[in-house]
């Protein structure tokens, strides 16, 4: 009778420890969405049914994805809206993103159409008008459903455009568009967070090209900025690091602070690491512990309010070309050693506060890491080994899930 009252009091001791435990996880988790921890994805491409894909991100601790309804594909005949079956895994995740998969989603809005752009970029009010009531008619769609909606995708790269020697319209043209299509959004699902620009703030010409959309008041419209701060193609080795990277985009951040007298939020919508061996692509392990730092290093900054690595699976296997390579996956679904150390410190970006006390180009980076009550310290430098920087995260991973 004894044993049975004390090993009870034990067990139950031990139980309150794992509630303690999960409660902790609980309020932790309430804040996981402040900072989104996601991945794009090309679903229409994608063999399997979306679930397939989904429980792949969901698993590896993706909180969020990001993919693409063109307007091209939704309106074939004029005024006449659907979701046709080339894009239907587009449609049905996105339409079932928040109950079925716990997920956010953002949904880019995109591209031409030939009834009326000739596939190529909106350009007179009646194009934009017509931009407009597709993007209503999405966000009506999906009101309450999908959290996140991108205007545009790279206008300035002319990604999308079938002739990219067309000359890009004026950015009064552009300004209008967003203008023009957030306020239909607005009026269709209030809750929706709207963001713009997909450009890329390592390089000199995306940040005046954005800053003077800023000028011109864009941020009246829109609730962030969206970047896609890809560093792979610098010869400077000092913008190629995560750390020289996240201190340009700092740079960035207090250019538009100054504009627009106020914070801006940022999304990085786009930021990868293409893993071909040939023309200028990075060594897998080398892929991998960049991703890590490069999405520490975002968490620490409040202005930056998630990322979104591209993108889940690779899209080919050629050698020759970069764009088939930037997959967390490989082609026949393998973990790269990206998509192996996300999976393995998903819990703890997501559902950890990362302080930065010092960070350096060429010195050294200094992080907190306060995961669920138990703080720890994460530094390194040029002579940091891979391995002593991933032991630093396993002895907080470990010390504060034990």
């Known amino acids: 009778m004894n044993f049975i009252v004390s090993t009870s009091v034990k067990l139950s001791k031990i139980n309150m420890k794992i509630a303690i435990k999960f409660m902790i996880l609980f309020l932790y988790s309430l804040n996981a969405y402040s900072f989104e921890l996601g991945v794009g994805t090309h679903l229409a491409s994608y063999h399997k049914n979306s679930s397939f894909y989904m429980d792949i991100a969901k698993g590896m601790g993706f909180t969020s994805i990001r993919d693409e309804i063109p307007w091209q594909l939704v ?52 194009d934009i008008a017509n931009f407009a009531k597709y993007a209503a008619w999405i966000a009506t769609r999906y009101k309450g459903k999908v959290k996140y909606y991108e205007i545009w995708n790279e206008w300035l790269l002319g990604t999308g455009v079938p002739n990219k020697k067309n000359k890009r319209p004026s950015d009064d043209i552009y300004l209008s568009l967003v203008k023009e299509t957030s306020l239909a959004i607005r009026k269709a699902d209030p809750s929706a967070i709207i963001m713009t620009g997909s450009i890329n703030p390592l390089k000199e010409q995306d940040r005046k090209w ?35 990277n996240s201190l340009e985009v700092d740079s960035f951040e207090k250019e538009l602070k100054n504009i627009h007298n106020s914070d801006v939020p940022i999304y990085i919508t786009e930021v990868g690491y293409p893993t071909n061996y040939l023309f200028g692509g990075f060594q897998e392990g080398r892929a991998g512990i960049d991703t890590i730092k490069y999405t520490l290093l975002a968490k620490s ?10 993108d889940l699976i690779d899209d080919g296997v050629s050698s020759y070309n970069r764009e088939h390579h930037f997959g967390l996956l490989s082609n026949d679904l393998n973990f790269k050693s990206s998509a192996a150390l996300l999976n393995e410190f998903s819990g703890l970006i997501k559902n950890s506060e990362v302080s930065m006390i010092d960070q350096s180009v060429n010195g050294q980076t200094h992080l907190v890491i306060n995961y669920l009550g138990h703080k720890g310290n994460v530094t390194w430098d040029n002579t940091t080994s891979d391995s002593d920087f991933l032991n630093q995260l396993r002895h907080i991973n470990h010390s504060a899930t034990k």
């Open 75 to 126: 309106e074939v005949r004029p005024n006449i809206y659907s979701i046709p079956d080339i894009i239907n895994k587009n449609g049905d995740v996105f339409g079932n993103i928040q109950q079925k998969y716990g997920m956010s989603g953002i949904l880019i809005l995109d591209y031409g159409n030939r009834l009326y752009t000739q596939g190529n970029y909106p350009s007179t009010d009646a």
């Open 301 to 310: 900054r409040n202005y930056i309010k998630g990322i979104w690595w591209y």
């Open 210 to 244: 954005m800053l003077g959309l800023v000028s011109k008041g864009i941020l009246n419209y829109i609730d962030a900025i969206s970047i896609h701060p890809y560093s792979f193609q610098f010869k400077d080795t000092a913008l190629q690091s995560p750390e020289g």
